[in-house]
Nanobody, 115 residues
Framework: QVRLVESGGGLVQAGESLRLSCVVS????????MGWYRQAPGKQRELVAD???????SYAGSVKGRFTVSRDNAKNTVYLQMNSLKPEDTAVYYC?????????WGQGTQVTVSS
């Protein structure tokens, strides 16, 4: 059974940093593209960043230069380093893992940024 577990969320002030982690179990991790998404209240879930099995990254324009996605294949873990956080970054953050025929989601972790 494939399982994705996020951690690292919390309440911070604007300008501070957080690092989210997502640990994957039950599936081959190295080949898959891993993504970080977020969903704020009343809004649709949006892609924040993703990283391919080969390490190629992409970012939403709103986080480029502030967030960094990385992965440690030995630990089956993907990270999202979030710097210079803003109140508009407040959301539930989800990681996902996608392959050709499947897509798995974690349960999400809350990030709240106060002004």
């Amino acid at each position: 059974q494939v399982r994705l577990v996020e951690s690292g969320g919390g309440l911070v002030q604007a300008g501070e940093s957080l690092r989210l982690s997502c640990v994957v179990s039950g599936s081959a991790f190295n080949r898959n593209t891993m993504g970080w998404y977020r969903q704020a209240p009343g809004k649709q879930r949006e892609l924040v960043a993703d990283i391919t099995g080969g390490g190629t990254t992409s970012y939403a324009g709103s986080v480029k230069g502030r967030f960094t996605v990385s992965r440690d294949n030995a630990k089956n873990t993907v990270y999202l380093q979030m710097n210079s956080l803003k109140p508009e970054d407040t959301a539930v953050y989800y990681c996902n893992m996608r392959g050709t025929l499947y897509l798995y989601w974690g349960q999400g972790t809350q990030v709240t940024v106060s002004s």
